[in-house]
């Protein structure tokens, strides 16, 4: 068996774990026992990356809900038979308002989206 000049390949482990594994020397148990406890150890250390990364991913996906997003409303009949504007605001902030009718249902939206362009309707 050859010493690594690298840090330790599993290669090496496996090298070192076949050559210890049948022998009754205490020298071989330890190095058992230890080859054992490094197993488990990098095991550990491979589910808690890939939960870091899984983890990485979930504030990536919260990031993009609660980042502001472009002003939008729309227009829809209620069971009631009123009409309603519903609208989100850029801090993503939902709000709604109905009316007696759908033109001035339309006419509401409008203003609100004239404000959010700048007075343009």
Not at 66 to 90: E, Q
Request: aromatic share 6%.
């Amino acid at each position: 068996m050859s010493k690594p000049t690298e840090p330790l390949t599993e290669e090496y482990l496996d090298e070192l774990r076949a050559t210890y594994a049948g022998t009754e020397s205490a020298e071989g148990r330890i190095i058992v026992a230890l080859l054992d406890e490094l197993e488990t150890v990098d095991d550990a250390l491979h589910a808690s990356e890939d939960e870091v990364e899984s983890l990485r991913a979930k504030v990536a996906r919260l990031r993009q809900k609660i980042s502001p997003k472009a002003p939008s409303a729309s227009l829809s009949k209620t069971p009631s038979g009123k009409w309603a504007v519903r609208w989100r605001v850029s801090d993503g902030l939902r709000h709604s308002q109905s009316f007696p009718n759908r033109r001035d249902a339309e006419h509401f939206r409008a203003d609100l989206l004239g404000r959010w362009n700048g007075g343009a309707r």
